[in-house]
């Protein structure tokens, strides 16, 4: 009795095994596989980075200081998931579950694709407008003079350009450039304004400015 105890007991711990959960999509009727490891969520990121044409070393910096790949976070101010977005900001980007990475990366990437094309390519202002708002930035004309928002940009730039980055003395200049790609008519945001770098280092947009409106507003 006691060995056949045992043995229910390590069934169980070995089917809760920390794999990838395989669940099955009720529009599809197919099997999803969830991303479970840290590996697993880095080829995520680099996944849809690259299907929505956003470098995929800038979103693994905002990832790594949003979350530290940490897919069920929650911030003492209420940001969820991988990309921390508040609940205000997955509602308007139609996100049904924050924690899910898939839900959660593509929802963040869509955000802060549509602010660097805001900003005309200014990473700084960008990333400063996806952790304290649009209206932060608009009002301070750059990045606000807050501790926290500074150092997260210094610290998701320095990640990016893999050099220490500060924002002291500074002007905010754009990083990227906007130009048209001649062969799909969409706006293309690159690193040397170049519509050749499609993959790495830019962002397409059907629009310079987007369609969504406001920031997370943290």
């Known amino acids: 009795m006691m060995r056949r105890g045992l043995w229910s007991v390590w069934l169980v711990v070995a089917l809760m095994a920390p794999v990838a959960a395989v669940a099955v999509s009720p529009a599809e009727g197919r099997a999803v596989t969830r991303p479970s490891s840290r590996a697993d969520l880095r080829d995520?990121?680099?996944?849809?980075?690259?299907?929505?044409?956003?470098?995929?070393?800038?979103?693994?910096?905002?990832?790594?200081?949003?979350?530290?790949?940490?897919?069920?976070?929650?911030?003492?101010?209420?940001?969820?998931g991988l990309t921390q977005l508040m609940p205000a900001t997955a509602k308007r980007l139609h996100v049904t579950n924050p924690f899910d990475p898939e839900q959660n990366v593509r929802a963040g990437?869509?955000?802060?694709?549509?602010l660097i094309a805001r900003y005309q390519g200014d990473?700084?202002?960008?990333?400063?407008?996806?952790?304290?708002?649009?209206?932060?930035?608009?009002r301070y004309r750059?990045?606000?003079?807050?501790?926290?928002?500074?150092?997260?940009?210094e610290r998701i730039l320095s990640l990016y350009y893999g050099r220490s980055y500060s924002?002291?003395?500074?002007?905010?200049?754009?990083?990227?450039?906007?130009?048209?790609?001649?062969?799909?008519?969409?706006?293309?945001i690159t690193n040397d304004g170049s519509p050749e770098v499609a993959l790495h280092g830019a962002i397409r947009l059907s629009t310079p400015g987007g369609t969504l409106g406001g920031g997370f507003g943290r």
């Open 167 to 188: 924002l002291r003395g500074r002007r905010h200049v754009s990083h990227v450039k906007l130009v048209r790609d001649p062969r799909t008519g969409s706006i293309v």
């Open 44 to 80: 995520l990121v680099r996944r849809i980075s690259v299907e929505q044409g956003v470098d995929p070393r800038l979103v693994h910096a905002l990832v790594t200081v949003e979350s530290g790949y940490q897919p069920r976070a929650v911030s003492p101010k209420g940001a969820l």
């Open 109 to 114: 990437v869509r955000e802060l694709s549509r």
């Open 142 to 153: 750059g990045v606000p003079p807050y501790r926290e928002t500074r150092g997260y940009v």
């Open 123 to 138: 990473l700084p202002r960008a990333l400063a407008a996806y952790n304290a708002g649009e209206g932060a930035v608009d």
